[in-house]
């Protein structure tokens, strides 16, 4: 079957940095998505890997291994308002993605 | 960016009654939107597939004649929750891809069956 892992929760303080890991099992890889969702809001994009390798964009970093089946999301400077929950999904061989049930990240000051 | 656009974001309706939730691409043509439901402190839940042209592809379990999709135009999906319950209260959220890369949300619509 079709699997995405991620921690259920992590806690971090504020100004400091944070690895928010994602194990993928699916048929197919067409890319890793990496998205933010604050409660009661819609997600929104963060990042985009296909090719393996870490994509930097601002505070945020993105990380694939495709033979690993492994990809991390990096937080730096952290700041309170990125207390949300992070999802990673998987884009499969039918071009559907495949979510993972998200990371909680709690930012304290 | 682009903008996928849903409406509307919060509504009530009476049990037994229907309601239609719209997704719309605002600034590109979207030929496929896709229909999550997510329960609270859960991940998204893919529902349909939605198609424009065609019908509607329905995950597994998903009631096909409860959940209307149409995909009538290449910016504009609309899913109807028929006859709705109180068990089909959830946040329902709509996406479409911009290109290859980049899926958009629509803002989410919080349906609650009273």
């Known amino acids: 079957g079709q699997n995405i892992d991620q921690p259920t929760e992590m806690t971090a303080t504020e100004g400091a940095i944070v690895q928010i890991n994602c194990t993928y099992q699916t048929s197919g890889f067409n890319g890793l998505f990496w998205y933010q969702q604050h409660a009661g809001e819609a997600p929104t994009f963060l990042s985009y890997n296909v090719l393996d390798g870490l994509e930097e964009k601002g505070r945020f970093s993105s990380f694939l291994s495709r033979s690993k089946g492994y990809s991390y999301l990096l937080l730096k400077e952290l700041q309170m308002k990125d207390s949300a929950s992070y999802l990673c999904a998987v884009r499969d061989s039918n071009y559907q993605l495949i979510w993972g049930a998200g990371t909680k990240l709690i930012i304290k000051p | 960016g682009a903008v996928v656009s849903q409406h509307p974001s919060r509504v009530i309706c009476k049990s037994g009654t229907s309601v239609k939730i719209e997704c719309r691409s605002l600034d590109f043509q979207a030929t496929t939107m896709f229909w999550y439901r997510q329960f609270p402190k859960q991940s998204l839940m893919l529902m349909a597939t939605?198609?424009?042209?065609?019908?509607?592809?329905?995950e597994q379990g998903v009631e096909k004649d409860k959940f209307l999709i149409n995909h009538a135009s290449l910016t504009l999906s609309t899913l109807t929750v028929t006859s709705a319950h109180p068990e089909d209260s959830s946040f329902y959220i709509c996406?479409?891809?911009?290109?290859?890369?980049?899926?958009?949300f629509g803002q989410g619509t919080r349906l609650t069956v009273v």
């Open positions: 996406s479409a891809f911009s290109g290859d890369t980049e899926a958009f």
């Open positions: 939605s198609n424009e042209g065609s019908k509607a592809t329905y």
